[in-house]
């Protein structure tokens, strides 16, 4: 069993920095881990995903909306996935989600409890 625990939102002007934190228990080693997350009155979106070192499509991949502007990060010792967060934008304000799980299920099999980020103008 996979429990992620997310960390680090909060409110900040447009033009801020923050850094969200998903501290992982359990196996995530194996599995791609990803940030997603959902705005009042619209569907969860994916907003960045990264791979475990061993699949041939390492790396990390992006939605357009955030693309150098957010970088996602991961520190295995500590078992704990980052997203940075710079050059906030009003749009950006939405509950962000930290999931983990096999790349066959779309590194979905578990989900974190949610962090709330506010930007304002």
């Known amino acids: 069993q996979v429990q992620l625990v997310e960390s680090g939102g909060g409110s900040v002007q447009a033009g801020g920095s923050l850094r969200l934190s998903c501290a992982a228990s359990g196996y995530t080693s194996g599995y791609c881990m990803g940030w997603f997350r959902q705005a009042p009155g619209k569907e969860r979106e994916e907003v960045a995903r990264l791979w475990p070192g061993y699949y041939a499509n390492y790396g990390t991949r992006y939605a357009d909306s955030v693309k150098g502007r957010f970088t996602i990060s991961r520190d295995n010792a500590k078992n704990t996935l980052y997203l940075q967060m710079n050059s906030l934008k009003p749009e950006d304000t939405a509950i962000y989600y930290c999931?983990?799980?096999?790349?066959?299920?779309?590194?979905?099999?578990?989900w974190g409890q949610g962090t709330q980020v506010t930007v304002s103008s």
């Open positions: 999931s983990s799980g096999s790349a066959s299920n779309n590194c979905q099999n578990y």
